[in-house]
Each structure stands twice: as C-alpha cells, then as structure tokens.
C-alpha cells in the first residue's frame, strides 16, 4: 500500500504570500492520479486539484498542482484569507486501497 | 447540481451495527463510482470503501474489511455503508463521494456522525 507523506505538518503565512505544500508518495503514484482536497473547520472537503495538476471545476487559478512519480506539490500563488484551511492529498492509482495524506494545516 | 445528504448515524454499543445511506441528486447515480471516507474526531481523513458504477467489485480499508459492506441501489439514487462488529475506534463522520471519472472523490455530502461507546 502506497503512503503519503505531506510536509510541513503546518505552515505559517500572511495573506498575500505564496504557500507550497508537498506530498511525497512511498511509491511511484501510478498515472499521476494524486488529488488535492481543502478542509475548513465544520465543513466537508473540496476537491481542488485532480490527476496532479488538473483544476476542479470552479477553483480559482491561484491554486495549482504539479510533480509526478512520487513527489506533488500544491502552490498557492498569492493566500486570500479563505484559503487558511488543512489540506489533504491522496493517491487514487490502481487498485484501492487510496489512503490520504495525513494533512498540512495552513493557518495566518 | 449534485448533491449527496447521508443518514443513518448514531450512538451504538461495540459489536453493534448500523447502516449509512447516501441519498444523491443532481446527477445520474448509476453512471459513476461512489466512496465513503470517515473522520474521527479532530483527526484527518481516512478513506473507507469504493463501489464502481456498476458494483462488479467492491474495495475496502483493511480497518474495515470483512466487518464492512458498500453496497448500491441505483432505483433509489442511494448508496449504503453497512457496518458490523463496531469498535470505538470506528467513532468519526463518516462522508459519502461521488467520484470522478478516474476515481478522486468529486463532490462530498455533508457527513454523518457515528458514535461507538458503551
């Protein structure tokens, strides 16, 4: 089973600055097929970010994905106070089981 | 728009049982994947089970395998989470997904909690 490992655990930003969140996978994530999810306090997730770089309907381009193999990063260009959030990644190639990452909490 | 609205959750004893269902709108049920994934309470998130559009398999965590069943029915829009020999460490919310054509959790119900204690 492929594990996730997101870095850093949290991350400390102002609004306006630009936060790089990384996911490294124990093993190659097959077809590139990482997705990234937003969780605010009391709600359930978003999708943000699907098959590593492709962009949910109705996010904003200030969120983007990249890497492939075993190492992703979410970058979020310029943070808007809505953004301080935790966000998750979680690999969906081949067959299941497609666990999480353990999440990066981004607070202000 | 889609929308998925879970039920079913509850207080239960360990080695009880109970039932989720997922009752979905907004799209054609029958032609997509749906997951559950749970979240215990102030932790993160733990993906459960997955059933394919059509129900020709079934995946499961291995936390949950063989006391756990995904099943659908597409008459009814509806997608269920059976659940046996409850343990506590089972407490979480526990969220329906309907998936993405290759399998990311697309959209997300609202969640349902599930409490095991004596």
């Known amino acids: 089973e492929i594990v996730l490992t997101q870095s850093p655990g949290t991350l400390s930003l102002s609004p306006g600055e630009r936060a790089t969140l990384s996911c490294r996978a124990s093993?190659?994530?097959?077809?590139?097929?990482l997705a990234w999810y937003q969780q605010k306090p009391g709600q359930a997730p978003r999708l943000l970010i699907y098959g590593a770089s492709s962009r949910a309907t109705g996010i904003p381009d200030r969120f983007s994905g990249s890497g492939s193999g075993t190492d992703f990063t979410l970058t979020i260009s310029r943070l808007e106070p809505e953004d301080f959030a935790v966000y998750y990644c979680q690999q969906y190639g081949g067959s299941p089981p497609w666990p999480f990452g353990q999440g990066t909490k981004v607070e202000i | 728009q889609v929308q998925l609205v879970e039920s079913g959750g509850g207080v239960v004893q360990p080695g009880g049982s109970l039932r989720l269902s997922c009752e979905a709108s907004?799209?054609?049920?029958?032609?997509?994947?749906m997951h559950w994934v749970r979240q215990a309470p102030g932790k993160g998130l733990e993906w459960v089970a997955f059933?394919?559009?059509?129900?020709?398999?079934?995946y499961y965590a291995d936390s949950v395998k063989g006391r756990f069943t995904i099943s659908r029915e597409d008459s009814k829009n509806t997608l269920y989470l059976q659940m046996n020999s409850l343990r506590p460490e089972d407490t979480a919310l526990y969220y329906c997904?309907?998936?993405?054509?290759?399998?990311?959790?697309?959209?997300w119900g609202q969640g349902t909690l599930v409490t095991v204690s004596s």
């Open positions: 907004g799209f054609t049920f029958s032609g997509y994947g």
């Open positions: 997904a309907k998936a993405l054509p290759g399998g990311a959790c697309g959209y």
């Open positions: 059933i394919p559009y059509d129900g020709s398999n079934k």
């Open positions: 093993q190659s994530v097959r077809s590139n097929y």
